[in-house]
Every structure is written in structure tokens, then in C-alpha cells.
């Protein structure tokens, strides 16, 4: 048993959820995750502190051997002739073992009962069985006590190259920049929406009463427009940035994958433990959205004064930025997490796939050849009969045949 099976067992035997058991530690649930898949191991700090609270010994989440037989106590001499009987029996299970490999391949292969019954057999097919012994057999290979033969293994290879593998590593990595990813990109989008406002400002400062008469309406627009300006800028840096970070795991949102074992229940868990933040950032959100005008209508309610009904458009602004800015980050991260598990497959839905595939691709070929054919028989009963009122038929009887061919094929 390896750390972390060891890790999985003494957290259920805890009653404890790895959010529960990370809390404890002080790291996140993606460690925990991490370490029970074996994608990643605790450092000696965290393993100390498993110690504790599992209340094991270091030696027993280090070591992965456990007690062999060979390591139990021997029995005294002194015990008689079961003492001498149970060491003639071990020697006796361990002599197989110790046989020279030689020795090993000299031995005949014992042959199934089936094989045997068939060489007793007279007729054609004994001498046919007899005839084919000194030809060299087919190479069979063992999975899990089976015989099967070469052609009949999993042909993984082929499933590489229609789908790519993704391991649990893999998986976690891409859903932490999707969140990093999901909160540069509301940032951004942020930082777009409140620009006008930067711009409106100094519009509006400048037609206050109490400002000098140097500050005028011009200048107040050539520096609205420079701060407009830099913060468009700052926002397409930080787009560039997020993208350039998020650019290497593209395939998760191109096409299908095979997913490692474990890495679609870790990506659900994930998803219902983000649900609660996902609500509460839609809701803040939408309402701040939604309140984002009252500072602009109590001011035009209010106030005669014109430059202070403009500068109410900066809360405004940052309002709606702010609500965009959690909407946009957590639906990013939302999606990543469905992308992951709807294009996500198993080895089974691999197979059904590729095979499904190579039916369709198999008839496909043929299509552009049978609809140029179409085509020509078309012309060619119209331009005979002249009968144009009633040829076009012939597309619906063709439409209708390429129909039944494709259901054929699956």
C-alpha cells in the first residue's frame, strides 16, 4: 500500500472530507486531491502533520512494503516434529521458485484439456491438428489470466492518435490558470468599462463653479482622453498576459479526450464545492448591475449643478465594472469545469468513438462521387423527358437512399 492509498484509508476511517482534512493541514482541497491520485506527495512538514493526526508513525505512511510471511517469528526447535513438518512444507513451496530458468523452459507446457481432446480425435481435423505441431505457434500474450490473441489486444495506440490522453495533473493545472485566467479576463473587462468614466471625470470637474478658469472644458478632455487611453492599455496587457498563460492547455478546448482514471469524480467535486462561490458572485453581480444607475438619478434628482450629474457617472461605471468583472471570472471557471466534463471520455466511449468514426468516415469518401452522379441523372432525365416539373424527385429519392446508407453503417 502506497502513500496515498494510506492517506485515502485513514481519512474515511476519520469520517473526514478532504475539504475537511485539508482545513486541518492549512492547504487547499487540491492538494489533498492531488495526493490521495498520487499525482503529487506531501512534503516532510505535511507528512509530520498526517502523523499527528492520524495518530500513525512516520514508518507507516513512508514505507510501502508491507510484512512479508518470511518476517514472522520462527518457532522454536525444541517444538518437535510440527516444527520440522512446517519447515519441510515451506521448503517444498519455495522449490518451484528457486529452479534454474533452464530447467523452466525445458519443461513441457502442459496443454488445456480442450487441445488434448482435439489430438485424440480422428479424421481430418486430428491429422490437421497433427500436421500444424511442427509449424511455430502463434504468440498469445496473458491479461489478468485471459488468452488473448495479438490481434484481438486494445489497440491504445490508434485511440492516441484520434484523442490525446489528459492525466489528473494535467487536469488540476488547466482548472487553476482557468481560474487565474477566468480573474485576468474580468479585470480586463473591468478596467474596459470604467475607462469612459475617467474620461467623463475631468469633464465634469471642470464645470464645477469653484474651479479655476485655466482648468477648461478642452484640457479636461485632453486628459480624459489620455487616461482613457492608459487604461485601455492596461487592459489589453492583462488579456495578452492571461492569454499567454492559458495558451498551452488549448486541446482541452479542442475536440474530445481520454480522461485518467479518477479525474472526472476530482472535476465533480471540484464543481460542487465552487458552486456556492459561483451563486454569490452571479447574484453580487447582476444586483450591482442592476443598482448601478442610482447614483446618477438621485444626483439628476437632486442637483441643478451639471458637472456633478456627470461626475455620478463614475460610481456608475465602477459599479458595473465590479459586477462584470465577478460575473465574467465565474462563469469562466464554470465552463472550464463543464468543458472538462463533457468532452472528457473513457476508455469504452474512446472505443465507440473511434469505431463510430471509421464507419462514417468509411462512407463518406464516397459522398462527393454519389451526389456528382446524382446530379448527372438529374440533367440527364430532364433533358430527355423535359420534364423539369417533375425530375427534381430524383434529389429527394437520392437524399433519401444516402439516409438509409449512413443508418446502415451504424
Not at 31 to 56: C, H, M, Q, T, Y
Amino acid at each position: 500500500m502506497v502513500l496515498s492509498d494510506k492517506i485515502l484509508m485513514l481519512r474515511k476511517q476519520k469520517g473526514w472530507s478532504q475539504e475537511e482534512l485539508a482545513e486541518r493541514l492549512g492547504v487547499s482541497r487540491q492538494s489533498v486531491s492531488k495526493w490521495e491520485s498520487g499525482a503529487s506527495l506531501p512534503d516532510l512538514n505535511r507528512i509530520l502533520d498526517l502523523s499527528r493526526l492520524f495518530a500513525v508513525t512516520t514508518d507507516f505512511l513512508l514505507k510501502d512494503e508491507e510484512p512479508a510471511e518470511d518476517d514472522a517469528p520462527e518457532e522454536d526447535p525444541e517444538d518437535g516434529e510440527a516444527g520440522q513438518e512446517q519447515e519441510r512444507k515451506r521448503e517444498q513451496e519455495q522449490e518451484p521458485e528457486q529452479k534454474p530458468e533452464r530447467e523452466r523452459k525445458c519443461e513441457p507446457e502442459q496443454k488445456p484439456e480442450r487441445e488434448q481432446k482435439q489430438e485424440q480425435k480422428p479424421g481430418p481435423e486430428g491429422e490437421q491438428k497433427r500436421e500444424s505441431e511442427g509449424q511455430p505457434e502463434p504468440e498469445f500474450h496473458t491479461f489478468e489470466g485471459e488468452w488473448i490473441p495479438p490481434e484481438e489486444e486494445p489497440q491504445y495506440a490508434q485511440y492516441d492518435k484520434e484523442y490525446r490522453r489528459v492525466t489528473f495533473g494535467e487536469t488540476m493545472d488547466y482548472l487553476e490558470q482557468s481560474g487565474e485566467y477566468g480573474r485576468q479576463l474580468g479585470k480586463g473587462v473591468m478596467l474596459c468599462i470604467f475607462s469612459p468614466g475617467l474620461l467623463m471625470g475631468p469633464v465634469g470637474i471642470s464645470m464645477l463653479p469653484f474651479i479655476p478658469g485655466f482648468f477648461t472644458e478642452d484640457v479636461a478632455g485632453v486628459i480624459g482622453c489620455v487616461m482613457l487611453l492608459l487604461m485601455v492599455a492596461w487592459a489589453v496587457s492583462v488579456f495578452i498576459n492571461g492569454d499567454l498563460k492559458i495558451r498551452q492547455y488549448k486541446y482541452f478546448t479542442k475536440g474530445h479526450y481520454i480522461l485518467e482514471s479518477g479525474v472526472e469524480q476530482a472535476v465533480s467535486e471540484e464543481k460542487e464545492a465552487f458552486e456556492d462561490s459561483y451563486r454569490r458572485s452571479i447574484t453580487i453581480g447582476i444586483v450591482l448591475c442592476v443598482v448601478s444607475v442610482t447614483p446618477l438619478l438621485l444626483t439628476s434628482v437632486l442637483v441643478d449643478a451639471e458637472g456633478l450629474v456627470i461626475l455620478s457617472l463614475l460610481p456608475m461605471f465602477l459599479m458595473v465594472g465590479v459586477g462584470v468583472n465577478l460575473i465574467v471570472a465565474a462563469c469562466t471557471i464554470r465552463e472550464a469545469q463543464d468543458r472538462i466534463l463533457k468532452r472528457g471520455m473513457t476508455e469504452e466511449e474512446a472505443r465507440r468513438r473511434a469505431l463510430k468514426k471509421k464507419k462514417k468516415d468509411g462512407l463518406k469518401k464516397y459522398e462527393d462521387f454519389y451526389w456528382i452522379m446524382v446530379v448527372v441523372v438529374y440533367f440527364a432525365c430532364s433533358f430527355s423527358t423535359m420534364k423539369w416539373w417533375g425530375t427534381w424527385l430524383i434529389f429527394v429519392a437520392a437524399a433519401a437512399v444516402w439516409e438509409f446508407l449512413e443508418a446502415s453503417q451504424k
